[in-house]
């Protein structure tokens, strides 16, 4: 599984953005989809998950604001992101989890979100 992700940017507090990730490859509806980031000088942090059948799981930080979604006709897994604050500023990656046999973790490159105050 490739991913792609995308929608980064700057925003003022309080705005929106919308991330995606698409991914190339097969089976996509079987993995469990997530999004992390990392801020400078922190190490990267679980933000949200969603599993092949849709359960959304958020960290206390980010409840009532982030919305995670997937479509799977598409291939793609979203992060509608409400609210922004300054420490929502870091790097936005997207991850493919699942295990069938054995542990399948992939990856994609990031995209920096910055809020400014």
């Known amino acids: 599984v490739q991913l792609q992700a995308s929608g980064g940017g700057l925003v003022q507090a309080g705005g929106s953005l919308r991330l995606s990730c698409a991914a190339s490859?097969?089976?996509?509806?079987?993995?469990?989809m997530g999004w992390y980031r990392q801020a400078p000088g922190k190490q990267r942090e679980l933000v949200a998950t969603i599993t092949s059948v849709g359960v959304t799981n958020y960290v206390d930080p980010v409840k009532g604001r982030f919305t995670i979604s997937r479509d799977n006709i598409k291939n793609t897994v979203y992060l509608q992101m409400n609210s922004l604050k300054p420490e929502d500023t870091a790097v936005y990656y997207c991850?493919?989890?699942?295990?069938?046999?054995?542990?399948?973790?992939?990856w994609g490159q990031g995209t920096q979100v910055t809020v400014s105050s």
């Open positions: 991850n493919a989890y699942r295990f069938y046999g054995r542990q399948y973790d992939y």
């Open positions: 490859g097969s089976s996509f509806s079987g993995y469990r």
